[in-house]
């Protein structure tokens, strides 16, 4: 029995003994296991850090797992870098922004976005690598907001083009301290509302392009900093007020251009903060009122745009300031007249060879309000002028009698009837509207008011000749009886 005892004790103490070799053999072969592991992902690691330390952006072809691909004009030294953006684009804080440090002479960039749904951001990071960026254009992105100094340090920086993007607002400073910006283009975006202190340290600013935005609103002043720009395009948007104060700071703007808006008046000296201006666009808007001073301190002025809008009247005193004006177009308004008082101003200006004047497409009223326009038409040596008076139509009303011409609100309103429904106007089988230049002179009827005030102007019209002939026909008996009194006393002297 005791030599049994001791015999199991031995074999305990053998299979203990194996166990434990056994698993130091397993805890040694997994710390073997483990140290290769960690050594392959310390190899990796390291394989990627390299990796990453090449990255070319113009040779990405071997990192199929980013979302952008960009092509250059020289892959190890390029100028000129067109970058693609798809899929889902890449997060703000993805390493590629910083690979473009790998081509720091970069002078122009597009950035072209596809299919992108979650980028909305401007890549400030890869930006901020291109020290030598003059040119950088971002189309059709997802941005929505262009936050303050987006575009910090672009110093060299000439023309930014953001067109076709997303954008709704632009904070304060999201264009500044960019020394030799010339032209900001941000035409077809849904920009609403432009704020103050958008446009920011901007000394060689020359060009601003908002066009067919969703404008509503320009605060008071936001153009302030812009001293020496000289083109502004705000067209296509839905602007319905704008005043002095929209274009402060304005002082060398040479051209604007507001058409296709909502603007419905223009009030006293809205565009004098700008003297230097030479071309005003304001074709396509509401427009039905222009304050007689609303082209005031336009001394420079050679290009005014006015047609397709609802004027009916244009004040006496309108054109007085725009002594160089040199294209005129009142196309396609409800202009029932055109006094010679509203047109003199400007007329040694129609008779230019180099002047352009349009008035086709208004309800004019056939009276002798317009008889400038056959003198003109005499006058002037200007062939594209001549061809336009030859054109103009007017409406010739049936109950013209007695050479007046009524001005009832019933004729009116059936006059803007008619216009609404003819843009062009052409010959009627009732004959209500004629050639003005076809009807004589004489003929032309006027208003009663024409008729029974003294004014000069209207020298050609029927009223005018019967006083005339009556006036010469109670002179010359006096100048009869002068004569023969003449004689008499000549006789008697030589008695």
Not at 94 to 108: G, N
Not at 250 to 256: E, Y
Not at 327 to 341: C, I
Request: charged share 25%; hydrophobic share 35%.
């Amino acid at each position: 029995m005791p030599k049994l005892k001791i015999g199991g004790k031995i074999l305990i103490w053998k299979q203990t003994i194996i166990v434990i070799f056994l698993s130091i053999l397993l805890v040694a072969s997994a710390a073997r296991n483990r140290s290769k592991s960690d050594k392959r992902k310390s190899q990796q690691i390291n394989q990627q850090q390299e990796t990453e330390k090449e990255i070319n952006i113009c040779d990405l072809q071997a990192h199929r797992h980013l979302n952008i691909y960009c092509i250059c004009d020289d892959n190890h030294n390029a100028s000129t870098a067109t970058c693609w953006i798809f899929q889902h684009g890449e997060k703000e804080d993805s390493m590629i922004w910083d690979k473009f440090a790998s081509q720091p002479r970069i002078t122009k960039l597009d950035f072209h976005y596809r299919a992108v749904t979650s980028q909305h951001f401007v890549p400030s990071r890869a930006l901020s690598r291109l020290k030598q960026l003059k040119t950088l254009e971002i189309v059709y992105s997802n941005i929505e907001r262009i936050e303050k100094f987006a575009f910090a340090n672009l110093t060299l920086l000439q023309d930014l083009a953001l067109t076709r993007n997303q954008i709704v607002a632009l904070e304060p400073f999201a264009f500044s301290h960019l020394p030799e910006l010339k032209v900001i283009t941000l035409g077809e975006n849904h920009i609403i509302e432009l704020r103050k202190d958008v446009f920011v340290d901007l000394p060689s600013l020359r060009k601003l392009y908002i066009d067919r935005n969703n404008l509503t609103t320009i605060q008071e002043r936001s153009f302030s900093q812009l001293n020496e720009l000289e083109e502004l395009e705000l067209h296509g948007n839905q602007l319905a007020v704008i005043t002095p104060q929209t274009f402060y700071g304005l002082g060398r703007l040479k051209r604007l251009d507001l058409h296709q808006n909502r603007l419905s008046v223009i009030g006293e000296g809205t565009f004098s903060e700008m003297p230097r201006l030479e071309e005003l666009i304001l074709e396509g808007n509401r427009l039905q009122y222009l304050n007689e001073r609303a082209f005031s301190g336009l001394y420079n002025l050679y290009r005014l745009v006015l047609s397709e809008n609802r004027l009916q009247s244009l004040q006496p005193a309108l054109f007085k300031p725009l002594t160089s004006i040199r294209f005129l177009d009142l196309r396609d308004n409800s202009l029932e007249t055109l006094s010679q008082e509203t047109v003199h101003p400007i007329m040694p200006n129609l008779k230019n060879t180099t002047s352009y004047f349009y008035l086709e497409g208004n309800p004019l009223i056939c009276d002798c309000r317009l008889s400038w326009i056959r003198s003109l038409l005499n006058e002037t040596p200007n062939e594209q002028i001549k061809t336009a008076l030859e054109d103009v139509l007017c409406v010739w009303e049936d109950e013209f009698t007695n050479g007046v011409a009524p001005l009832t609100a019933n004729n009116a309103a059936n006059r803007n009837q008619h216009h609404t429904q003819h843009n062009v106007y052409e010959s009627d089988t009732d004959g209500s509207y004629k050639t003005l230049v076809e009807i004589p002179p004489e003929n032309l009827p006027c208003p009663e008011e024409v008729r029974n005030g003294p004014d000069p102007e209207y020298t050609n019209s029927e009223s005018a000749l019967r006083e005339k002939t009556n006036s010469q026909s109670k002179t010359l008996p006096s100048i009869t009886n002068l004569l023969h009194l003449f004689i008499v006393t000549l006789l008697l002297a030589a008695t």
